[in-house]
T-cell receptor, first 117, second 116 residues
């Protein structure tokens, strides 16, 4: 299995709602990532988890709350979002360094298209 | 932190022509340079990558070259086809915070259009 899956594909939520995005991979990758992508722009890194622990938070507002319950799952909890948070949210995963120094390419999921009204 | 510049922002070619996209990076410690292709409404897909100890890598019609001294790398697509039309992103990975998996910094993207 060489795929990262994400649910839901589309999500429309109001500014007072609470929702969660889910990401899953079964490639044994121990690094998982959340990116935000606006139209015609590159992905912007939000969070990185390594061995299920948060290792990078790119100064993301607290209305975004990541969670990594196990090595295959990554969640992004959303609360009190703003319309400008509307974007494509991408999850990715990669291996962590091996002694052979093998490439640690990131595999992206299909994304969740989020609209905040 | 790392900064990646990508040019051109748009590129239009005729089918069968070659296309070249160039990127420069700022962090001399960056050691891995992937290229992603993203079709409209789809996920970014890795098409080719290169490590800092290699100068060139080729995969069929796609090649990447890296000049570490000048801190730039390029994507070359030969014999372009309409299905090559997409947004292409270069990226550079630095070992942010001493992490081994690093942090990818993306260029701004190039919209490639291949006309039949």
């Amino acid at each position: 299995d060489t795929e990262v899956t994400q649910t839901p594909k589309h999500l429309v939520m109001g500014m007072t709602n609470k929702k969660s995005l889910k990401c899953e991979q079964h490639m044994g990758h121990r690094a998982m990532y959340w990116y935000k992508q606006k139209a015609k722009k590159p992905p912007e890194l939000m969070f990185v988890y390594s061995y299920e622990k948060l290792s990078i938070n790119e100064s993301v507002p607290s209305r975004f709350s990541p969670e990594c319950p196990n090595s295959s799952l990554l969640n992004l909890h959303l609360h009190a979002l703003q319309p400008e948070d509307s974007a494509l949210y991408l999850c990715a995963s990669s291996r962590i360094r091996t002694t052979s120094g093998s490439l640690r390419e990131q595999y992206f999921g299909p994304g969740t298209r989020l609209t905040v009204t | 932190g790392e900064n990646v510049e990508q040019h051109p922002s748009t590129l239009s070619v005729q089918e069968g022509d070659s296309a070249v996209i160039k990127c420069t990076y700022s962090d001399s410690a960056s050691n891995y340079f992937p290229w992603y292709k993203q079709e409209l409404g789809k996920r970014p897909q890795l098409i080719i990558d290169i490590r800092s100890n290699v100068g060139e890598k080729k995969d069929q019609r796609i090649a990447v070259t890296l000049n570490k001294t000048a801190k730039h790398f390029s994507l070359h697509i030969t014999e372009t086809q309409p299905e090559d039309s997409a947004v292409y992103f270069c990226a550079a990975r630095s070992n942010a915070g001493g992490t081994s998996y690093g942090k990818l910094t993306f260029g701004q993207g190039t919209i490639l259009t291949v006309h039949p």
